[in-house]
């Protein structure tokens, strides 16, 4: 069997074995949380019913503050790798799962550690700022990471005449820069959910729903930053619709977030923003919806697929991301 399950995950990246039949897979996965006492960490962006699962769901500053602080012996990251990794680096020591290896980031791909080691050696008076999603390699190369609801105020923490470079996002840096006046230097990176809304049809959206306010998330691309009512992270995005008195909000961002919005306000109107090239006809991530409940199962019930990571490489990237938390403590988020 072990042999099986290994052969599964190396020809996968994630356990395909059946599920046993007229169980209650929900109740089990719960059941069998409890007893190998794990922790179950969500981002927004996977299916509500897998939110409705966790522990614990929330964004990427969220989770990582979850997985440094954790009394769990498993921490079962329902997310993306560079999550898991990162609660791997912060608890070193505890057993991190991911239910499908395959759940990577086109943003952190976009930032190949060779190329990054070029860009920063052309700049090295400056201090590197990385976004979360990016791999453990560029964590190691990074002085502070931060995530899309710290960024600007971690940025404004440091002195005026700080020399930065930004990566790897390009929009959420544009973004920042715009709102701090700083002049980062950036790495041209985008995620391909974010980058895919279509302008066109958010402006026809917007003139056939004038009660609706336009919220998106930083990683968009600019010009629809611009004609957003509201711009921030999953989590603010959330607060927003939580304590704003409009009805109706066209959302562009991924459409998981969707549903942490109609729990919070059922009566209220989300609309998915379009995008240019889609096969739902929402901005679905990939990576995040290859998280299924059975995988989440199989994960669990034979503790693999497991994040494994150099120790001399967690000990040169734990750095940056503990001068995040730190940073964030210090500035109260
Ligand atoms: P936040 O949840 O930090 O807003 O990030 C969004 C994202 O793209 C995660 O991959
Ligand atoms: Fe990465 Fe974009 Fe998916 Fe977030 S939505 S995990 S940035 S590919």
Known sequence: MINNIENQIKNFGYISEPIPDGIDIKREIRRMADEKNAVLLGHFYVDGELQDLCDFVGDSLQLSQQAAKTNADIIVFIGVHFMAETAKILSPNKKVLIPDLNAGCSLAESCKTEDFKKFIEKYSDHIVIS?????????????????????????????????????????????????????????????????QFDLEAIIRLKQENPDAKLISHPECEKPILLISDFVGSTSNLLEFTKKDDSLKYIVATESGILHQMRKANPSKTYIPAPALDSTCGCNDCNFMKLNTIEKVYNCIKYEQPEINLDEKLIKRAEKSIINMLELSKKLGL
């Open 131 to 195: 976004y979360v999603n990016t791999t453990a390699e560029i964590k190691a190369l990074t002085d502070i990471v931060v995530t899309s609801s710290n960024a600007k105020k971690i940025i404004e923490s440091l002195p005026k005449d700080a020399k930065i470079i930004f990566g790897p996002d390009k929009n959420l840096g544009n973004y920042i820069n715009s709102v701090t006046g700083r002049e980062m230097i950036l790495w041209d990176g985008a995620c391909h959910v974010h980058k």
